[in-house]
């Protein structure tokens, strides 16, 4: 063949690949389809709760950083309650804690009083961190079982090549690299749904311990403040200093007379 006949044949189409994720997923049928899609519903709950959750304790902790400079401030709890916001967790401590008190009048013996305002304080903290902690169950769930998820679409998928290496009568690349790749890719979804849902529960967790201790501060001293009839209460975070004044230039001396 001569040259001029080499570069007039039509190039040859390029190979197809029958392996892709697409092709995969037909082959594995429903059970396929149904892994990926349980996966999936576990990784879009692991991320929604993630940020609503951050959000959620963002909040609570901006404002526990403004209870010093409003709240103690104002000269009593419910003036102060007026200050926060209605629906926040500082707000409901505070008025259970007023509502005790109202009640604690009934009670005859002032030990019971404490323990009767001591213990609807710590209710209204047990309230306000199981609110916190919505969703955090699921996201424990997510970690511990999108891993056995992802492993039974892979069980499925090796079972799949072994059919067809029996149906089949030898175990040959294009025979078991679809069933194969399937398997792998089960067992690496799996994975990448679990890892962010254990991330995402630990950095929660981590933050609802922090902001536990601080509503449990912040009962203490609603408590002693309500015990003490407003005499205690922390100190107020001090206003910012106003920038001191340049000093004024001297006036120049008078040049001396002859």
């Not at 998820?149 to 030898?170: K, P, Q």
């Not at 001191?244 to 040049?255: D, H, L, N």
């Amino acid at each position: 063949m001569h040259i001029v006949d080499l570069l007039v044949v039509a190039p040859q189409a390029a190979p197809q690949n029958k392996f892709g994720f697409a092709e995969a997923l037909e082959q594995g049928g429903f059970i396929a389809y149904a892994t990926v899609a349980i996966l999936a519903i576990m990784s879009f709950g692991s991320f929604y709760i993630l940020f609503t959750k951050w959000v959620e304790q963002s909040k609570v902790m901006r404002q526990g950083k403004e209870l010093r400079t409003s709240f103690w401030k104002a000269p009593s709890l419910k003036e102060g309650a007026t200050k926060l916001d209605k629906n926040s967790a500082w707000r409901q401590i505070v008025d259970d804690g007023l509502a005790a008190e109202e009640q604690h009048g009934k009670m005859t013996d002032s030990m019971e009083a404490h323990d009767w305002l001591h213990g609807s304080l710590q209710r209204s903290e047990d309230s306000v961190n199981a609110r916190l902690a919505a969703g955090l169950p699921f996201l424990a769930t997510v970690g511990a079982t999108a891993p056995f998820i992802g492993l039974f679409g892979t069980v499925v998928g090796i079972y799949r090549a072994l059919i067809n290496i029996g149906i089949a009568g030898s175990a040959s690349i294009d025979k078991v690299a679809g069933p194969v790749g399937e398997a792998l890719i089960m067992t690496a979804l799996g994975l990448l749904v679990a890892v962010p849902a254990v991330l995402a529960y630990n950095y929660l967790q981590s933050r609802n311990k922090r902001i536990a201790e601080l509503l449990h501060g912040f009962s203490t001293d609603v408590l002693a403040n309500i015990n003490s009839k407003g005499a205690v209460k922390p100190a107020a975070a001090p206003a910012a200093a106003a920038p001191k004044a340049a000093p004024a230039a001297k006036p120049a001396a008078a040049p001396a007379k002859p």
